[in-house]
């Protein structure tokens, strides 16, 4: 027995020093914010004060200087984070992953995102000035860290190593940023497929603006209904299948949506911004909030950092790999952003020459289509070559589906592969602005994506601008639908000045607001709501119930209750009204309990709610049992992600005689009592066999959890290191505390919400608060990798320090950057 004790004391010995090697392993690429560091190119030192939050604050003598400084301190916090998003926009996937990265790559060489940073680029360098300046500055520094430093640990279990930075690179990611906001993509083609087989009697409750149905969302609560009354089913459509230009946007839109729920990189949602005019407000000066929101990850969206040098100071949300802040404040003003939710994507179908390969009739003529070929490298496989075909509209999609290589090309006109696109442009201007005259004269330069440019100052302004390209269509274009690009009679008239593009500028009424909703008709270019991917309404209508007027002055403690609010009374409202198609007291006694629950319930979401989980699990079958029927597999897993989906049930829901209540693969006429009772059922064997028959334990804290996962994370050997949660959070995908779900059955975890929560009292800057929804950090083992992450989950802030005083008071340590 003593041998076998010794054996055992060994292995054990050996145990601790392999975790010894490899947590010293870790510890050496942590990093490094204390000491000195030459920094090849600088003009003169940079100081670097991190503080207890790991937010460096650099003090540089210049603004070249401060953005090689910049992108040195990105490079190593978040390096994989920023290679792998230039990979991803690039095509290059490929090759860090292999085959399996193949879709991917062809999805984003077909659309071009390399091709118009590559554009972006050269016309930066040519024009000179300081956008050049910075953004070479930038890289430069980003790959002297390449160039000298240890590589993150993702690298080492890839067997990989990153390329070095360039502009093309920084712009890319812009790109690829533009194309997480753009709905259109997988909203255009569905709606196409569902017009073709259903015909308008169904798309007239589908799509709010679609003609013949309502001009306006619907911002009220379903009315509570009267007598059942049969569903009716319409006559047969006369083309019952999508055309061959459907089915080749189709095809795209179910691509798009694969490759969004694989990416290893966050894809952005939607957003709250409000401000407040200083005359409601207890200071006398604006405030100003701010959520975006973006699917969460590990490491998180934003990196952020205050930046001073004599001519330009800002405490900024920067997206590592681009040099220039999204977001940010100062002593002078704050700005923040929402998605405009404009739309800037159409399919149009083209005729083809059947006898000359490439020729197509566009436009009303016929002509050659262009192209180019990629090469895409694939580890351990040979390389692809993908021809891609350009039409004059954009780039043609068919050749990502080889059964439908030869059907009609279908051509994706984006308004970000516009030639005169120039993002670092704007975001420069747009974060040296001084004063409200030249925040506006910079919002203008933006093109896309559109965007709501929020502003306060401490002037007393506030203000909000759409900004980005508005298209102009022909009268009775219906642009959620693939279009005719062959005869010339639907195309874009070009865009709108900005002029005539949407803002609030000091309303008469102290208050501005935005949830992804469209801006009144009346504030418009010709008096009509600009086209777009709009959500419900939800949060803009409980927006307009918390900033209603009131006596009392507003202060930043309010806005942080709303920020945080997790009420939706068109939820309960919703749920309510479809329980009065139930025989309560027909239902066993557990169901009756439920039944009474909701009720009573106000449509709040907080982690111990009951009434929560029971329905928005019920809306997930009810879902299931509209549109199932009507829909494959796979294109309701498209429409699960639209936010037409939740506009379309409050609809239906309203319209006892609405088609969609019935079936259509069965010889009866189903009801909306029926369905409604059918889903109900359903609701609650499904929650009994998931969380066990104790109504008590149907907690929303139970099933509403968020993991912030690393891309890594999806390899289930890595999630326990890599991804950070589970946490029970409050909050749903309607609430202002936007904890966004997809409306499935199986549960409901969290995939996007706030990516940050900004909250500024102009009166007092340096006073702002704000939280990072998991850690500055991108570095495992580092102690500000998730250092936030309780904090966020538990609707906290913490400081975003912008005062000398304040930063001093509050270092944690210093790094000193020499030429």
Not at 171 to 185: D, E, K
């Amino acid at each position: 027995m003593v041998w076998l004790r010794r054996i055992l004391l060994v292995s054990v010995l050996l145990v601790l020093l392999t975790v010894a090697g490899g947590w010293l392993w870790l510890l050496g690429r942590a990093p490094q914010r204390e000491g000195e560091r030459v920094l090849t190119g600088l003009q003169k030192p940079v100081d670097v004060q991190f503080d207890v939050w790991g937010i460096p604050h650099l003090t540089a003598s210049n603004e070249a200087d401060a953005m090689r400084a910049l992108g040195y301190l990105h490079a190593q916090e978040r390096l994989w984070q920023m290679d792998l998003m230039r990979r991803v926009a690039q095509g290059r996937l490929a090759e860090l992953v292999g085959e399996a990265g193949l879709k991917t790559d062809k999805l984003f060489r077909t659309l071009g995102i390399r091709a118009a940073a590559t554009r972006q680029a050269e016309a930066l360098i040519r024009q000179g000035g300081p956008v050049r300046e910075a953004a070479q500055a930038y890289v430069a520094g980003i790959n002297q860290y390449i160039r000298e430093q240890r590589l993150p640990v993702e690298y080492a279990l890839t067997r990989s190593k990153p390329a070095p930075f360039t502009v093309v690179d920084s712009l890319s990611i812009a790109g690829l940023m533009a194309y997480g906001f753009s709905q259109g993509f997988q909203e255009d083609p569905m709606v196409s497929q569902l017009s073709a087989r259903l015909g308008p009697a169904y798309m007239k409750e589908l799509v709010y603006d679609w003609p013949g149905a309502q001009t306006t969302p619907v911002t009220k609560p379903p009315l509570k209904p009267s007598a059942a009354s049969p569903a009716v089913r319409p006559d047969p459509v006369t083309a019952p299948e999508p055309q061959p230009a459907a089915s080749v946007s189709v095809a795209m839109a179910r691509l798009v949506t694969e490759i969004n729920q694989s990416l290893p990189v966050p894809q952005l949602q939607g957003s709250n911004s409000w401000l407040i005019a200083g005359k409601l407000s207890a200071s006398g000066k604006p405030l100003f909030a701010n959520d975006p929101h973006i699917g969460f990850h590990a490491p998180a969206v934003w990196y952020e950092a205050q930046i001073h040098t004599p001519d330009w100071q800002v405490y900024g949300h920067f997206l590592p790999g681009i040099p220039f802040p999204l977001l940010g404040h100062n002593g002078h003003h704050a700005v923040g952003l929402t998605m405009w939710e404009n739309d800037e994507v159409d399919y149009y179908q083209l005729a083809q020459d059947p006898a000359v390969p490439g020729r197509v009739k566009e436009r009303g003529r016929w002509v050659q289509l262009g192209g180019r070929v990629e090469t895409i490298v694939v580890r351990d496989a040979a390389p692809v070559t993908l021809h891609v075909q350009l039409a004059l509209h954009g780039p043609v999609v068919n050749s990502l589906f080889l059964a439908m290589k030869d059907s009609p090309p279908v051509a994706v006109n984006w308004t970000y592969l516009d030639p005169r696109n120039r993002p670092f442009d704007s975001l420069y201007a747009i974060s040296h602005a001084t004063d409200l005259k030249s925040m506006e004269q910079a919002a203008s330069q933006h093109w896309s994506p559109g965007l709501n440019l929020s502003y306060a100052d401490e002037d007393g302004n506030i203000a909000m601008w759409a900004i980005g390209r508005q298209t102009l269509r022909p009268l009775g274009v219906n642009s959620h639908q693939v279009l005719d690009g062959s005869s010339g009679k639907q195309e874009p008239l070009g865009f709108a000045p900005f002029a005539q593009n949407p803002r609030y500028v000091n309303p008469p009424s102290g208050i501005i607001y935005s949830a992804n909703h469209p801006y009144p008709a009346a504030l418009s270019a010709g008096g009509i709501t600009v086209a777009g991917y709009y959500p419900a309404m939800d949060r803009a209508l409980r927006l307009s119930q918390l900033l209603a007027p009131r006596e009392a002055a507003w202060t930043l403690q309010d806005l942080q209750r709303i920020q945080t609010d997790v009420r939706n009374p068109v939820a309960a409202s919703l749920c309510q009204s479809w329980t009065h198609q139930l025989d309560g007291t027909r239902l066993p006694p557990t169901e009756q309990q439920l039944l009474g629950l909701i009720g009573r319930w106000q449509g709040d979401y907080p982690v111990n709610s009951l009434a929560a989980t029971v329905c928005d699990r019920w809306k997930g079958e009810l879902v299931n049992s509209l549109f199932a029927d009507k829909l494959s597999a796979e294109d309701l897993l498209v429409w699960r992600r639209l936010f037409l989906l939740d506009k379309s049930l409050y609809g239906i829901s309203r319209n006892p005689q609405s088609p969609w209540w019935d079936h259509l693969r069965t010889p009866a006429v189903e009801t909306r009592d029926q369905q409604l009772q059918h889903s109900w059922k359903r609701t609650v064997a499904g929650l009994t066999a998931q969380l066990g028959p104790d109504i008590q334990q149907w907690r929303w804290g139970k099933v509403h959890t968020l993991t912030h996962e690393h891309g890594l994370g999806k390899v289930p050997a890595l999630a326990p290191f890599f991804n950070v949660g589970p946490f029970p959070v409050a909050g749903a995908r309607d609430t202002i505390d936007n904890q966004y779900t997809r409306m499935e059955t199986g549960g409901a975890p969290v995939v996007s919400g706030p990516s940050t929560r900004r909250l500024i009292d102009m009166a007092e800057p340096e006073a702002a608060v704000g939280i990072n929804p998991i850690g500055q950090s991108g570095i495992l083992l580092d102690e500000h990798h998730h250092d936030q992450a309780a904090l966020f989950a538990t609707q906290q802030y913490r400081p975003m320090w912008i005062s000398s005083r304040d930063v001093e008071a509050h270092q944690a340590s210093q790094l000193r950057l020499l030429p």
